[in-house]
DNA sequence: TATATATACCTATCGTAGCTATGTATTTTA
DNA sequence: TAAAATACATAGCTACGATAGGTATATATA
């Protein structure tokens, strides 16, 4: 199975930009908000984006709080400080590779 | 060591486009053209772009040609009509996806 | 009432592909 | 004549997105 090309980092990029935006929010409803906000052309499933959580929670780029609702219980991710910063690191990084490329291809 | 971000198949993206602009290059002039190209921005060692270019080849996408050159072999790499159509292919989805995400964060 | 669908979470496994490090050999420069 | 540049090559590592599959509850439908 081919990996897609210009992927990397970009799941991650979406969710921190995401969180940044709505302060709050659970795996389920971040699943569908990429679709959302990217015309579908980034659509990605529970299996990538709930392991990226736990990873990014782990590193302290996200902070986590169970919550009952519906009475089912929800798992919601917001940024810490690290993550705001992480979310601008990465910003500033795709921003120089897509200049970058784009020169390369537009000469 | 983490993977720098956003960089797959830009490797390959540049390579392609490049052999689109000259026609035929060998692999040690690639790996100078694409900091060149890019204004150092994208960087890539000869560990990285050496087995590409095994690779495309392999699939068909690279023909080569061995030519002596100042007393050295050279392996020059040129676009196949198949690499012509993956350039297309790769371009076509670094668009997408660079609207995709420019979008999404809100440009 | 039974059941299908939507919600909400989770994990295991895989393949790709870029990165580092290292090696060989020749030619050119200091 | 030593060092640097040229030119090729491969081995091993790691990260990470993709697929597939699994659990459980709530709601809509037949």
Chains 1, 2 share one sequence.
Not at 2 to 21: D, Q, S, Y
Request: glycine share 10%.
């Amino acid at each position: 199975m081919p990996n897609p090309p210009f992927m990397t980092g970009v799941p991650e990029l979406l969710i921190l930009n995401l969180l940044r935006e709505r302060e709050e929010m659970y795996g389920y409803e971040i699943v569908a908000a990429i679709g959302d906000a990217t015309g579908q052309t980034v659509s990605l499933k529970e299996g990538v984006v709930y392991p990226l959580l736990h990873g990014l929670e782990q590193d302290g780029v996200l902070k986590t709080q169970r919550r009952p609702a519906n009475g089912r219980t929800r798992v919601y991710y917001a940024l810490t400080s690290k993550g705001v910063r992480r979310l601008f690191e990465l910003t500033d990084e795709w921003r120089r590779l897509q200049r970058a490329v784009t020169r390369a291809l537009g000469g």
